[in-house]
């Protein structure tokens, strides 16, 4: 006879969880991981979210427990099969944990075990010697002087036990100061931290400076880790042996006791979003474990989202504003450069500034959001673009390794010698990206050492820190990159900061494409004089007459947002409104399509009730990226004004149609990207 049942849900899209008996000696706590037999498969690896013991102690073993659950009463007890394997020591996670995780699918719209998986590490086993790497950090406790303006926003936070606070400022103005004493604080008071930031080159640099504050109290999160590290980590969390948890999106689901502060650092950044189910964004994660834990959650930005300027606006965060550099440097000149007409990559203006900032000892930053040699390979015969076999995008040729190479599916191929398509000889690049630039400065500025950090060279084990670390202690000359070098770096030697191709991105058919050109360009141009009062930046740019350049290079953030909400106010775009996108994809074109179209109808017939007057229902159209690694792509699109009305809809949605097995369906509630 069974000790107990227990229950289990999976990483799979399917909502139901499934009873498994325990017949094993060992006791089966919730939070452990199993593995059991599902369906047809011999084995598969689940998550234990109830435990029915099956007898008391004073029960004779041939009694039949009376309150079992509904659906475990139902079932006939010799079809209920036994869990293979306990895979934990112990549990994984507590019930807080397991009650995020239940509000994480609901609010998502996914199953309770992709949202634990989401959530939590997956090792098998954890890594013993976790802190061993980092004992190079030298510890220093002393908090810097504050400002007046650093003091007024510390004193104006803590002066409240719990709420939403925005930390405003220009770059350089001094916000990760502000965060660290706010963290210093809420330790003091026996309260844990959660710091988060979008990028992994950032976690690392703010890594150090709490390690560098908090000594081992620190840990970190991040995807980069092995599973082995993060689930070290995670066991240092949950048993409070680690206080301040550093790390980017997924640190958001830390165990972390008696929380005090959660820290957004760049709030803004698209990073905070997940690109895979459960969709979540961390934002909206911190700010309900904020509510439960009544706690403090900060964020700061030099570049506010909308929805954050917004929410400052109408008084539901109280906003702090930063003015001066207390580095001592001052804000860069900012110049405009019209690329119109001109051939080269790197502007005359652009190449003498390098080549003075390296005659004075000092260092420059080359920007360009885009990896690769060249972005776009087109026949000058007959027109065509070298595209991946498998997505509808040009291929992006990497020089290093002689091949053409899809960033979205990884698909690669040789550069070809001819056009596929007609059998010319005259192929020519159209674009450039990171790769190139390189090139171009072994050209033209050979005296000039430089090295390029993307996702290319950044894959290497140590190839971020290296480079990172390298440019710091001034080694490298130049650095030329994508966005990982656009925000929260501060490196004290920087003068020069050139952005090159400032308006791509503008054309992109999103609604978001102005907001992401506009906070690039600035967080970037904030590189420069962080230390100094001589900075300068030069912005290359075939569209000088844009407001979004010309706001961006003025620095006029609350201008820009202003515009911004008013435009999206005029089109029913976030945060005016609330959005949920559905992404039906199959390798069949006809069967997406009639997919889409089919949900569409459905969905029309749902907001006919009175009840869901708020919906409109957008589509079905065809993605902008139509194909994505095989995958035909098309999208309905909800609008509402009011989020508790368009998750209403969207469940009734969910739970009134039935997609064929070839059509997988991608439920985005607030999207970031509509690509």
């Known amino acids: 006879m069974p000790e107990s049942f227990v229950r289990v849900a999976y990483p799979i899209p399917l909502e139901e969880t499934f009873w498994y008996r325990n017949s094993g000696p060992a006791r089966v706590e919730i939070g452990v991981r199993v593995e059991a037999p599902l369906r047809k498969r011999p084995k598969a690896t689940g998550y234990v979210v109830e435990v029915v013991e099956a007898f008391s102690e004073n029960q004779p073993a041939s009694s039949v427990p009376q309150d079992l659950p509904q659906d475990l009463a139902r079932l006939d007890p010799d079809k209920i099969r036994d869990i293979l394997r306990v895979v934990d020591t112990e549990p994984l996670f507590d019930p807080e944990t397991l009650a995020l995780g239940r509000w994480l699918a609901a609010m998502y719209h996914c199953s309770l075990g992709e949202a634990l998986s989401a959530m939590l590490p997956s090792a098998r086993r954890e890594r013993q010697e976790v802190a061993e790497e980092f004992d190079e950090v030298e510890l220093s406790r002393t908090p810097l002087v504050l400002t007046s303006g650093q003091k007024a926003a510390l004193d104006g936070i803590l002066s409240e036990p719990e709420g939403m606070f925005y930390l405003y400022g220009p770059t350089g103005t001094g916000k990760t100061e502000v965060f660290l004493q706010l963290a210093e604080a809420t330790l003091a008071q026996g309260r844990g931290v959660l710091y988060l930031v979008p990028e992994i080159a950032l976690t690392r640099q703010v890594e150090q400076d709490v390690r560098a504050r908090f000594g081992a109290r620190c840990a970190i999160i991040h995807s980069r880790l092995t599973p082995s590290h993060k689930l070290a980590e995670w066991r240092r969390i949950a048993k409070s042996e680690a206080r301040i948890v550093v790390g980017a999106r997924s640190a958001v689901f830390a165990p972390i006791s008696d929380l005090g502060l959660i820290i957004i ?181 050979p005296g000039m050492s430089h090295a390029r950090l993307d996702t290319d060279t950044a894959s290497a084990k140590g190839a971020l820190e290296d480079t990172l670390r390298a440019f710091r202690d001034g080694e490298i000359d130049l650095l030329v990159g994508t966005q990982m070098v656009a925000k929260g770096l501060n490196f004290p030697g920087v003068r020069v900061v050139g952005i090159l191709m400032a308006d791509q991105g503008l054309s992109m058919p999103d609604f978001r494409a102005a907001e992401r050109v506009f906070s690039l360009i600035v967080q970037v141009a904030g590189r420069a004089g962080r230390h100094r009062p001589d900075g300068l930046v030069f912005v290359q740019t075939r569209k000088p007459e844009s407001p979004v350049i010309r706001l961006a290079a003025a620095g006029d953030v609350s201008v820009f947002l202003e515009r911004e909400l008013e435009a999206r106010r005029q089109l029913e775009f976030p945060p005016a409104a609330r959005l949920c996108r559905v992404v039906f994809r199959s390798r069949s074109s006809r069967c997406a399509r009639d997919e889409a179209s089919k949900c569409a109808a459905a969905a029309r017939l749902i907001v006919q009730n009175p009840a869901f007057a708020d919906i409109a229902v957008l589509g079905p159209s065809e993605c902008p990226l139509a194909i994505v690694a095989d995958n035909h792509r098309y999208q309905l699109i909800f609008r509402a004004r009011r989020f508790s009305d368009l998750q209403r809809f969207v469940k009734v949605f969910r739970h009134s149609i039935d997609p064929v097995s070839s059509v997988y369906l991608e439920i985005d509630i607030d999207p970031v990207q509509m690509m």
């Open 265 to 445: 650092d760049e709030e803004h950044d698209s990073g905070y979003k997940s690109g895979t189910t459960p969709r979540y964004h961390a934002r909206q994660v911190a700010m309900h474990r904020a509510r439960l834990a009544q706690a403090r959650i900060v964020m700061g930005s030099a570049t506010p989202s909308p929805e954050a300027w917004q929410a400052c606006g109408e008084g539901h965060m109280r906003r702090f504003s930063l003015t001066d550099r207390p580095a001592g440097g001052s804000f860069p000149d900012i110049r405009i450069i019209d690329m119109r007409g001109r051939q080269s990559l790197i502007s005359e203006e652009l190449a003498q500034a390098l080549r003075d900032a390296k005659s004075a000892g000092r260092q420059s930053i080359l920007f360009l959001n885009r990896r690769g040699f060249a972005r776009t390979l087109i026949c000058q015969t007959c027109g065509a673009e070298v595209l991946c076999r498998h997505c509808s995008v040009p291929l992006t040729y990497h020089k290093a390794s002689g091949r053409l190479v899809c960033h979205y599916c990884g698909y690669s191929e040789p550069k070809p010698e001819a056009c596929p398509d007609c059998g010319s000889l005259d192929l020519v690049w159209a674009s450039y990206g990171t790769e190139r630039i390189e090139e171009e400065l072994d050209e033209h500025f």
